[in-house]
């Protein structure tokens, strides 16, 4: 589904990235670990599309496509989805005007009329008992005023109507206390499938108990230093990322 | 009645000619408290001329384009006047038969037309007006709205006049429209509000001039002790406009809110400019305005608190916030604080910048295309003000307009479940 190959990006003139590579297939669910700086949100923002970086050597293939090639909404049209480790507020904007937005602009690009009203609302009444979204939620503004907690649980939720074939979950697990941390964890589980890929970036072992991935990176200095199944991320909790080839 | 003018640059003496000429045909003519009030106005007018650049309050808005326009004068009616019982609602000609004990202690009383060259010509020139007066603890739960028609069509001035008074007690809503004279047309309009002790008005006032008109406008309002008096200028259309909303607090523990939005592109100007005068003490006033510009349009925010010696414990919080959407579009903000009162309570915030790109990110992420996410975040941005009109008809109405200012569709199923 993703090839990742020898990708370099820097932001203004500082390297981040330096040749990473990467394959990840439909139905499997990476981890990528790393310490602060070691490029993990980074990677998430180039398969994203943020413009703040400047790829300078290597290639990546979504669906046999040159991703990079893609504008932001291009890429979220053809599957790929990014939960923010910073959700952003969009005051004036309800939750439930932006998600029908987004739903039907996915539509649009695969020829799928507009989902009426009452579908619309069905699904959604579906896919926020996986996560508890409360109505009142959905009623206001984008993010505005949510806890952190909330806010987790909203990027999970969107991921939930929007059905990404790549989600891409951006430190989803930071600043969760151990019962938002289930909540959303069950919320990713329950969106496992075979024909979904999930790239999940974290700093802390402690999402891979809930969430098990299929294989585990280490990130450091912008490269993948080791990769393994997932007891990688146990090891890792042992002996920190300095033991295993990365910087603490 | 209508002259028409040679072509040219409009000069004072223009104005004081055509007035010569039609004082004894102007309505109430035969009353002699209005046809001196006319007089006096005129007489005003010819002494302070027409502001220029030089002027500190008019010194961002080129007048030129209004000045070099002949116009003829339109004779209006004051049409589309909802009236509920309890209150009188008519025009300016009924009432200065029928209630003109009513109407003479007000008239011309409230808009300053000594300083205000604008003003001055209003009230010199009136042609007929509106007139609002709810007695004394009455509720009026429906809105009254005033629209008007004009019966010219040519590139002709008009000089709208509305009176609306509250007495003790009185509650209601007033909606000002202003639209619709496909031409280029002026638009001069004077509007007095006096609100008696402990009154409350929730006051609209829609501005959809056409594209090539210039509206000049004053709202200006007096309160008596702990009254509560609301305003929001929603401001669309026109080539040229200069949005002024005057309060002033003549009475202890009163209030204000005053909001307005406008939007602008093209070479459209808007100029808007508020005063607030907290004459007395322990009155708040609360203001919020936000402009949207694209293409080449300038805008002006001039907003004035006055907080007099002796209004102690004023709580004054001013905000001005513009949204720039291209290069070239420009906006002059200034906040004028001038407090002889010590201990007050007063803050003042102006921001302008463009559309936030970690919200546009946000949106294009999730499928929302480009140009969508603009138009959504500037809806956003507009429908702040628009989402505190509190008459829900008008709220849809304007909420729909904005939708389709910015090729949105409309959600509204999903938005009422």
């Not at chain 1, 019962?179 to 024909?195: E, S, W």
């Not at chain 2, 000429?21 to 001196?36: C, F, M, N, W, Y």
């Not at chain 2, 309890?86 to 300083?115: M, W, Y």
């Not at chain 2, 501005?207 to 002790?225: G, I, M, Y």
């Amino acid at each position: 589904m993703l090839e990742i190959r020898n990708l370099h990006a820097r932001v203004e003139d500082k390297p981040i990235l330096r040749g990473i590579d990467l394959t990840i297939n439909a139905g499997e669910v990476h981890a990528i670990m790393g310490p602060n700086g070691s490029g993990k949100s980074t990677l998430a923002g180039v398969l994203a599309g943020r413009p703040d970086y400047d790829i300078t050597e290597g290639q990546v293939l979504y669906q046999g496509k040159d991703l990079l090639e893609m504008d932001p909404e291009e890429r979220a049209r053809e599957g790929i989805f990014l939960a923010f480790q910073y959700p952003v507020e969009i005051p004036g904007v309800s939750n439930t005007y932006f998600l029908r937005a987004a739903v039907n602009a996915i539509r649009k690009h695969r020829g799928q009329p507009d989902l009426d009203a009452a579908s619309f609302l069905k699904l959604v009444k579906e896919k926020m008992k996986l996560v508890k979204m409360s109505d009142e939620l959905l009623k206001r503004p984008v993010n505005e005023g949510f806890s952190g907690g909330e806010k987790k649980r909203n990027e999970i939720f969107q991921m939930a109507v929007i059905a990404p074939r790549l989600a891409i979950l951006d430190e989803t697990d930071s600043g969760l206390d151990i019962d938002a941390l289930r909540i959303v964890a069950d919320g990713v589980n329950a969106l496992r499938a075979a024909d979904r890929a999930m790239l999940v970036i974290t700093h802390y072992q402690r999402l891979l108990q809930y969430i098990v991935p299929d294989r585990v990176h280490v990130l450091a200095g912008g490269r993948i230093v080791r990769s393994g199944g997932k007891e990688l991320a146990l090891e890792l909790e042992d002996k920190g990322y300095g033991g295993i080839g990365g910087k603490e | 009645m209508t002259t028409t003018l040679a072509p040219g640059l409009t000069t004072p003496q223009t104005h004081l000619d055509r007035f010569s000429q039609l004082e004894k045909t102007l309505l109430g003519h035969d009353v002699p408290s209005i046809a001196r009030l006319r007089r006096t106005a005129i007489a005003r007018f010819g002494e302070i001329g027409f502001p220029n650049e030089r002027n500190e309050d008019w010194k961002f808005t080129n007048l030129g384009p209004l000045l070099r326009t002949p116009f003829s004068l339109a004779t209006g009616e004051a049409g589309s006047l909802r009236a509920p019982s309890s209150a009188i609602v008519t025009s300016l000609r009924d009432a200065l038969v029928r209630h003109r004990e009513l109407v003479e202690p007000h008239l011309g009383q409230v808009a300053d037309f000594k300083n205000h060259p604008f003003v001055a010509l209003n009230t010199a020139f009136w042609p007929d007006g509106a007139f609002v007066y709810v007695p004394a603890g009455v509720v009026v739960e429906e809105p009254i709205e005033l629209g008007a028609t004009v019966s010219d069509q040519g590139p002709s001035l008009w000089y709208r006049r509305a009176l609306i008074v509250l007495g003790r007690g009185a509650e209601a809503t007033v909606v000002e429209h202003y639209a619709g004279r496909d031409v280029q047309s002026a638009t001069n309009a004077v509007t007095e509000i006096v609100l008696g002790e402990n009154a409350r008005l929730d006051h609209y006032k829609v501005q959809e001039e056409p594209p090539r008109a210039f509206h000049l406008a004053t709202t200006q309002v007096t309160q008596e002790c702990a009254s509560n008096f609301s305003t929001h200028y929603i401001g669309l259309g026109g080539s040229l406009v200069r949005n002024e909303v005057r309060v002033v607090f003549n009475g202890e523990g009163s209030e204000a809110t005053v909001n307005g939005l406008y939007l602008v592109r093209g070479t459209q100007q808007a100029d808007n400019f508020t005063v607030i005068d907290h004459a007395r003490a322990h009155c708040a006033s609360h203001e919020l305005y936000k402009g949207v510009l694209d293409g080449k349009a300038k805008g002006v925010f001039n907003g004035k608190i006055f907080v007099r010696p002796d209004a102690q414990k004023t709580d004054a919080k001013q905000t001005n916030q513009t949204l720039l959407l291209s290069d070239d579009a420009t906006i002059n903000t200034k906040p004028q604080l001038e407090i002889y009162a010590d201990d007050v309570k007063c803050t003042h915030g102006a921001t302008v910048g463009q559309l936030d790109a970690e919200q546009l990110l946000y949106l294009r992420t999730r499928g929302i295309g480009l140009e969508q996410a603009r138009a959504l975040l500037t809806f956003a941005f507009a429908n702040d003000i628009i989402s505190r009109v509190k008459v829900a008809a008008l709220r849809a109405r304007l909420e729909s307009a904005l939708l389709e200012a910015s090729h949105l569709p409309r959600l509204a199923d999903t938005e009422d479940e």
